[in-house]
T-cell receptor, first 114, second 112 residues
Framework: KAGVTQTPRYLIKTRGQQVTLSCSPI?????VSWYQQTPGQGLQFLFE???????NKGNFPGRFSGRQFSNSRSEMNVSTLELGDSALYLC?????????????FGPGTRLTVL | QKEVEQNSGPLSVPEGAIASLNCTYS??????FFWYRQYSGKSPELIMS????GDKEDGRFTAQLNKASQYVSLLIRDSQPSDSATYLC????????????FGRGTSLIVHP
């Protein structure tokens, strides 16, 4: 089985711009979660989508949004970029059950905001 | 009190030794527990999951869970330099949400 894929792998943007990141989960996985990882804060949960619906949301401002398509692929959008948004953005997929399914991470998108 | 705590390390062990990584959590109702390995510049990779008290073994890795004491540990036997990485503990907290909370990770260095 192919793993989780994320595109693009690297992005450089300037403050005020917006960005869209894409994630394709493992075949058969219906849940996609997004995380932000920085040296200072560690791995922080952004949101989770299951069957095209946002099922869980972390403590991030509304500039961070996402969606999921019928084929379980997901996109994450960040608007009005700030310098502090520079981070590794990770997508993780799982089967989507409610008892703590194992999550499998993609390679991540490294976003640099100048 | 942090929800999931790990010693940041680094934990340095000689090749061939047993590396012991520990994680404590605050929510007594936590239900599922995971260990991930993350190499520098790479994404986390799932090593083990454990759901009930006791030990779970997979190759050189053993996860141990003690819900009464609220800790979960990972033992790596016959440590190899290739095991040098940051190990993240993740805990599924009580409350219906299955999204795990991650610790900050423990850096492990296995020296030849």
């Amino acid at each position: 089985k192919a793993g989780v894929t994320q595109t693009p792998r690297y992005l450089i943007k300037t403050r005020g711009q917006q960005v869209t990141l894409s994630c394709s989960p493992i075949s058969g996985h219906r849940s996609v979660s997004w995380y932000q990882q920085t040296p200072g804060q560690g791995l922080q949960f952004l949101f989770e989508y299951f069957s095209e619906t946002q099922r869980n949301k972390g403590n991030f401002p509304g500039r961070f949004s996402g969606r999921q398509f019928s084929n379980s692929r997901s996109e994450m959008n960040v608007s009005t970029l700030e310098l502090g948004d520079s981070a590794l953005y990770l997508c993780a997929s799982s089967l989507g059950g409610n008892l703590g399914n194992e999550q499998f991470f993609g390679p991540g998108t490294r976003l640099t905001v100048l | 009190q942090k929800e999931v705590e790990q010693n940041s390390g680094p934990l340095s062990v000689p090749e061939g030794a047993i590396a012991s990584l520990n994680c404590t959590y605050s929510d007594r109702g936590s239900q599922s527990f995971f260990w991930y390995r993350q190499y520098s510049g790479k994404s986390p990779e799932l090593i083990m999951s454990i759901y009930s008290n006791g030990d779970k073994e997979d190759g050189r890795f053993t996860a141990q869970l003690n819900k009464a004491s609220q800790y979960v540990s990972l033992l790596i036997r016959d440590s190899q330099p290739s095991d040098s990485a940051t190990y993240l503990c993740a805990v599924n907290r009580k409350g219906g949400s299955y999204i795990p909370t991650f610790g900050r990770g423990t850096s492990l260095i296995v020296h030849p």
